[in-house]
């Protein structure tokens, strides 16, 4: 049951891309963490929640054929370095497309999809992704 309520309490940053701004030296990063990785500012009182927009940029990738079993009916698949619109770079997979389309400089977006399925409790996960944004 623990397993469960953690996904509860997680739900936001699944279904959403929330990042948080310093309100010292405006740094926009993801994903939240205690301390502004710029200005080293701890967020008691200095960081808020900030909505990011999920697009960005292409800024480096690989195309994965060698899958661990949980994602070998997805093979080939590609892992992407995403450099949002507001700042913060991260990492995520490229859906709804063939690879040989991705490139270094495309624009993309973020997309809602299935990330995984919980074994016996039959939970589905669901997160974010990126597709090519044409």
Excluded at 8 to 24: F, M, P, S, T, V
């Amino acid at each position: 049951m623990g397993e469960l309520s953690s996904i509860w309490r997680e739900a936001d940053h699944r279904y959403r891309l929330i990042g948080h701004k310093c309100n010292n030296c405006g740094t926009v990063y993801f994903p939240p963490r205690d301390i502004c990785p710029k200005c080293h500012r701890e967020s008691i009182g200095k960081i808020k929640e900030t909505d990011l927009s999920g697009l960005g940029e292409i800024v480096s990738f690989t195309v994965v054929h060698d899958a661990p079993p949980t994602f070998s009916r997805q093979r080939p698949y590609v892992m992407a370095i995403i450099k949002l619109d507001e700042g913060p770079s991260l990492t995520g997979q490229i859906v709804d497309c063939d690879p040989d389309e991705v490139k270094m400089g495309k624009r993309v977006r973020a997309v809602f999809r299935r990330i995984r399925e919980d074994g016996k409790s039959g939970v589905i996960m669901y997160g974010y992704k990126f597709a090519l944004d044409e």
